[in-house]
C-alpha cells in the first residue's frame, strides 16, 4: 500500500473541528493515525529510519533507535530499543515516544501490533519504489514541523534519480547477480528496491523470482544462471570480490565485473541510496574487462 499524506487544515472533514495544523496520514501498512502538530519524541525501529531523521534535519528528536544505527555518527550515542529481532518494550515506554517509526519488512508484525496495544503512534514506512524515498522523507518532514529541508532533499534525490533514468534509458544492461552475505550465500528477489537500482541502470536481477524479500541460493544455482557481472553489498574490503574470482568462467569474472558497493548505501532505504545507484550504474558498464 502506498503511504498518503493528508494534510487537514479545515473543519470541513466530517464536520468535526481539527485542530490548527493537524495531520491524518495513512502509513504502508493502510493504518490511519492522528496528529494533533509535530511530533517530538520520536523512536525509529531501523537504522535507516534513524537516518532518515538525520536526513531532513531532526536527529535531535530521536530518544531512542534500532540497535545498528551508525549513520551519522551522532545517532551511535543514542539510547538502544532492540532491534529486528526483538524490542526492549521497557525502554520504549520510559523515554514516551509520541511516534514510533516502524520499518514494514523489517520489523515484526507482533512486535508493531504490541506497541500499538501499548498506545503508541507507530508509522509503518515500506520503500519497495525509489520513489517511495522522496515520498518518505517529505512525510517525515510534514510530522517533524521540517518541511523545508525535507522537500529539497526529496527534491534532490529526485533530480538525480532523473538523470540516471534518462543516461540509462533504453540499455540492454547485464544480467546480475546481488549478493548480501557470501556464506552462506544470500540475494535478494525482484520486490526488493535494491532490483530498482539495478533496473534503473537497465540490469537485471537473476534472482528475481524468489519468493521472500531475501533468500539463500546455492552457488550451483549461480554457476547455471552465469550473471554478467556480480554486485556485492559489503562494508568490508574486497574480500568479497576476491572470493569469486577463483571461478573464471563466470561471464562476470571474465569481463571484469565484480564489484563491491557500500552495503549501507544500497541496502538501506535512505537518500544515500541515489549515491549507491550512480556508482552501480556507472561501475556495470565502465568496468575494464579482466585479461
Excluded at 534535519?57 to 531512542?64: P, S
Excluded at 512486535?111 to 519497495?128: F, T
Excluded at 541502470?201 to 523470482?209: L, V
Amino acid at each position: 500500500m502506498r503511504a498518503v499524506l493528508l494534510v487537514a487544515f479545515s473543519a470541513c472533514l466530517a464536520g468535526a473541528a481539527i485542530p490548527a495544523g493537524a495531520l491524518t496520514v495513512t502509513d504502508d501498512a493502510g493504518v490511519e493515525l492522528q496528529f494533533e502538530g509535530p511530533a517530538r519524541r520520536v523512536v525509529a525501529l531501523s537504522p535507516h529510519l534513524t537516518e532518515m531523521m538525520y536526513a531532513i534535519g531532526a536527529g535531535a528528536l530521536l530518544v531512542g533507535v534500532a540497535r545498528g544505527s551508525d549513520f551519522p555518527a551522532a545517532a551511535a550515542g543514542l539510547p538502544g530499543i532492540g532491534d529486528a529481532s526483538g524490542l526492549d518494550f521497557e525502554r520504549i515506554l520510559y523515554v514516551r515516544p509520541d511516534l514510533v517509526l516502524a520499518w514494514g519488512s523489517g520489523n515484526r508484525p507482533v512486535d508493531i501490533a504490541r506497541l500499538r496495544a501499548l498506545g503508541l503512534r507507530v508509522l509503518v514506512l515500506e520503500a519497495r519504489r525509489l520513489e517511495d524515498i522522496p515520498r518518505h522523507l517529505r512525510t517525515l518532514g510534514a510530522l517533524t514541523g521540517l518541511n523545508d529541508p525535507a522537500q529539497a532533499l526529496a527534491r534532490d534525490f529526485e533530480q538525480r534519480l532523473r538523470a540516471l533514468r534518462v543516461r540509462y534509458a533504453g540499455r540492454i544492461g547485464p544480467r546480475v547477480l546481488f549478493e548480501i552475505w557470501h556464506r552462506p550465500l544470500f540475494t535478494v528477489n525482484g520486490e526488493h528496491i535494491v532490483s530498482r537500482v539495478l533496473e534503473l541502470c537497465g540490469a537485471r536481477n537473476i534472482f528475481s523470482g524468489l519468493p521472500r524479500l531475501a533468500g539463500e541460493v546455492s552457488l550451483e544455482q549461480v554457476l547455471v544462471l552465469n550473471p554478467d557481472a556480480i554486485v556485492i553489498g559489503s562494508e568490508a574490503d574486497d574480500a568479497g570480490v576476491q572470493n569469486w574470482l577463483k571461478f573464471s568462467y563466470l561471464q562476470a569474472v571474465r569481463s571484469g565485473r565484480v564489484l563491491r558497493v557500500p552495503a549501507d548505501l544500497i541496502t538501506r532505504q535512505t537518500p544515500r541510496i541515489i549515491e549507491a545507484a550512480e556508482r552501480l550504474c556507472a561501475g556495470l558498464y565502465d568496468a575494464p574487462a579482466t585479461p
